[in-house]
C-alpha cells in the first residue's frame, strides 16, 4: 500500500516502517516540484500528479501520510454484528473510509444472529480508515464482519494485524465472546472497548471483567462510537497496551 511514502514491514517488532524515499521512477511528494490540474465539473480544480481519467473520482480531497510519520501499523476493530465497528471507523478516520455495507436479505437473516430492527445493513467484507497519531504513528482500521459466517475472511483480515480493538455492547455481552475467542486464538493483543449505547445499562468495571473473562492486564475502557474523542481515546489505551506488551517481550 502506497500513499505517498514507501511502507515496508519490519519483520520482528510488529510494527511498520515508513521510507520517506521514493522508489526510482517515483516522486515522494514532498519533494514535487510539478503537477498536473485537472478542472472538474464544477469548476474546482484537483491537483493530483498524473493525467489518468479523474471522470470516477468523487471530489474527496487526497489526504497523504505526513512526512513526520515514522511508523504506522494495522489495526483491527472487532465485534459482533451491529456493535459499532463501521460507525467508530467513520468517525476517527482522516480519509473518506471504505465500506462494504449491504443490505440485509432474508436469505441472511436465516443464517445471522437476529439484531434489533434498527438495523438494515452490515458489513460484508471490511471497513478502512486510517488515524495519524502524534503525527508520528498511522493506524490502519481494518474493520471486520461480525457474521459467523464470514470468519475465514475474518483470519485473513487478521494477518499481519498489530494489535485489535474489539467493540462490546452491554445490552447483549455473549454476543462478544465469540470476537474475543478468536483474538485469543490467533494470539493477537486486544483491548475492550464498551460501546456505550444511549439505553445501555450501566455497569461496574468489575463487573464487565468477570462477565467477559478477561486478563487483569486488558484494557477495558467506556466509548461512544460515534464521538471522536471518544473513540481516539479508545484507540490510545490499545497503542499504549501494544507497547507495553512489546516492550516487555524485547
Known amino acids: 500500500m502506497r500513499a505517498s511514502s514507501e ?53 474527496t480531497p487526497v489526504m497523504y501520510v505526513e512526512s513526520s510519520v515514522a511508523g504506522a501499523a494495522k489495526i483491527l476493530v472487532v465485534g459482533p454484528m451491529g456493535v459499532g465497528k463501521t460507525t467508530l471507523i467513520g468517525t476517527v478516520s482522516e480519509i473518506k473510509p471504505l465500506s ?39 493506524l490502519y482500521l481494518f474493520g471486520t464482519p461480525g457474521q459467523q459466517r464470514f470468519l475465514p475472511a475474518w483470519k485473513d483480515l487478521a494477518r499481519g494485524a498489530l494489535g485489535a480493538l474489539a467493540l462490546v455492547d452491554t445490552r447483549d455481552l455473549e454476543a462478544s465472546f465469540d470476537a474475543i475467542g478468536h483474538l485469543e486464538d490467533l494470539d493477537v493483543p486486544f483491548s475492550v472497548a464498551v460501546n456505550a449505547f444511549p439505553d445501555s445499562t450501566p455497569h461496574s468495571e468489575d463487573d464487565l ?27 490510545i489505551s490499545l497503542v499504549s497496551h501494544l507497547i507495553e506488551t512489546l516492550t516487555e517481550a524485547s
Open 7 to 59: 511502507i515496508s514491514m519490519a519483520g520482528t517488532d510488529g510494527t511498520t516502517r515508513i521510507d520517506h524515499t521514493a522508489h526510482p521512477g517515483h516522486t515522494d511528494r514532498t519533494d514535487r516540484t510539478t503537477r498536473t490540474d485537472h478542472t472538474n465539473e464544477t469548476g474546482e480544480t484537483d491537483e493530483t500528479g498524473d493525467t489518468d481519467d479523474m471522470d470516477d473520482m468523487d471530489d
Open 209 to 235: 471483567r468477570s462477565a467477559l473473562d478477561l486478563l487483569p492486564h486488558t484494557p477495558l475502557v467506556i466509548c461512544d462510537a460515534r464521538e471522536h474523542k471518544s473513540s481516539v481515546q479508545a484507540l
Open 100 to 138: 462494504t455495507e449491504a443490505t440485509m436479505s432474508q436469505a441472511g437473516a436465516r443464517l445471522d444472529t437476529k439484531v434489533r430492527p434498527s438495523k438494515t445493513t452490515t458489513t460484508v467484507a471490511l471497513d478502512f480508515g486510517r488515524i495519524t497519531l502524534g503525527g508520528e504513528l498511522v
